[in-house]
């Protein structure tokens, strides 16, 4: 019995063909993307592609995307290194969350999101075409796919890394049982909080947009708090 969903990927034009034949999709929903990239979308896929995207990788072809969630699997982001396929659950807006269960255990292992970010930069490197400051109509909402190119114009600007999304995870720290792992401005992912949860509490609405400095700052305020209750 079949488990269907949508999917979107980005691959490099060199791949459309192969991409686009393994996904069973139409020439008509094959969309520019860049100069460098096309974007392919497939309404009805059976588990996420997951056997497609699988044999893609393993073939070399680099790309990311996304896929919707089905009645036995959550939606996922994924990104290829041109070797395997990197998975994360719950593509959201602007970036990444991973799914904590009710006991606070993450679902997704730190480095299975390093993994997946390190692939999405890679692919972007090479599908995406990097916008420049005064490119959009909003200079103050650019998006670059490189690494360096991002953390260049947040040096130009002045402006420190901030957290993007967050990773909870347990942690075998003496400084906290629990740790919290972020994917920053410039892509890079960095442990930014380690901490007891007996003791604190943190939240991704408390964390994302705040630089690393930020949260230490956070969590000395709340260490505070705690030690005078």
Known sequence: MSDRTNITIY???????????????RRDNV?????????????????GGYVELEA????????????????QYSRQAFASDGKTVHYIVDS???????RIDKDGICAVSEMA????????????ELI????VPGAGADSTHVVVSSKEQRKLLDEAAGQPATVVDVTFHSSSSLQGNMAVSARMSDNSV???????????????????GKTADEISQLKFEKDKSYLQS
């Open 128 to 131: 995406d075409d990097p916008l």
């Open 11 to 25: 691959c490099r034009n060199e791949d459309v063909d192969r991409v686009a034949e393994a996904l069973g999709a």
């Open 31 to 47: 969309d520019n993307h860049s100069s460098k990239g096309k974007s392919i979308s497939e309404p009805e896929i059976d588990c």
């Open 56 to 71: 893609l990788a393993a073939a070399g072809v680099i790309f990311y995307g996304s896929h919707g969630e089905g009645a």
């Open 190 to 208: 960095q442990t930014v909080l380690t901490y007891f949860d007996d003791e604190l509490t943190f939240t991704r609405e408390e964390l994302v």
């Open 113 to 124: 999101a390093t993994r997946f970010f390190e692939a999405q930069v890679k692919a972007e």
């Open 92 to 98: 959201v807006m602007d970036g990444y969350c991973i």
